[in-house]
């Protein structure tokens, strides 16, 4: 897992939508598609749930995403102290 991969979560649960999070990241909707397919490969369960129209968070995606927000308030922290 990469903080861009848990960033991208957010950004995608922020959104409800892929292609609107990819274009907010400067990416193609394809590359983030792939990236999230990845970090959910290595995590073994789904963080979203298609729906028409938009995507959700499944039920580990919920409890995923807090920790991300705390992971990435951490992250930003220690880049703060160098």
């Known amino acids: 897992?990469?903080?861009a991969q848990v960033l991208y979560v957010l950004?995608?649960?922020d959104c409800r939508s892929i292609s609107?999070?990819?274009?907010r990241l400067y990416l193609s909707q394809s590359?983030?598609?792939q990236?999230?397919?990845t970090l959910e490969g290595q995590l073994q369960f789904e963080l979203f749930q298609h729906v028409p129209r938009r995507v959700i968070l499944t039920p580990?995606?919920?409890d995923f995403y807090p920790k991300a927000?705390?992971?990435t308030a951490l992250y930003q922290e220690a880049c703060l102290l160098y």
């Open 35 to 37: 990236q999230i397919r």
């Open 69 to 71: 927000k705390q992971l």
């Open 11 to 13: 950004e995608i649960a």
């Open 1 to 3: 897992m990469t903080m």
């Open 60 to 62: 580990a995606g919920r």
């Open 20 to 23: 609107a999070a990819a274009a």
């Open 31 to 33: 590359a983030l598609s």
